[in-house]
């Protein structure tokens, strides 16, 4: 399956952005998708977690409350709506697609988008 990111951008603390990837190539209701980001020199952090049908969703400790993932079957595409944002978000972020719900949390495997960088101003 392939996967672009798209929606990352500048924006100020407090503020808020909606990233969305978009799947194509295989049926997506079959994959749980994920979003993940990373700091240049850091490791790879896990976000949040949908399940293929939407009905479970898991997100990080550092974002819970502020960060929701959803998905649009119908469309093919999953979100990360993003609020009161903060200078310690600013990453690279990633979608992630994967048949299995344990290899998509740790990252093992799967289909990878190209990225999307949010960057937020303090």
């Known amino acids: 399956v392939q996967l672009q990111a798209s929606g990352g951008g500048l924006v100020q603390a407090g503020g808020s952005l909606r990233l969305s990837c978009a799947a194509s190539?295989?049926?997506?209701?079959?994959?749980?998708m994920g979003w993940f980001r990373q700091v240049p020199g850091k490791e790879r952090e896990f976000v949040g977690a949908?399940?293929?049908?939407?009905?479970?969703?898991f997100s990080a400790d550092s974002v819970k409350g502020r960060f929701t993932i959803s998905r649009d079957n119908a469309k093919n595409t999953v979100y990360l709506q993003m609020n009161s944002l903060k200078p310690e978000d600013t990453a690279v972020y990633y979608c992630?697609?994967?048949?299995?719900?344990?290899?998509?949390?740790?990252?093992?495997?799967?289909?990878w988008g190209q990225g999307t960088l949010v960057t937020v101003s303090s």
């Open positions: 992630a697609a994967n048949l299995v719900w344990r290899a998509l949390w740790s990252g093992t495997g799967g289909y």
């Open positions: 190539g295989r049926t997506f209701s079959n994959y749980n």
């Open positions: 949908i399940s293929q049908s939407g009905s479970s969703t």
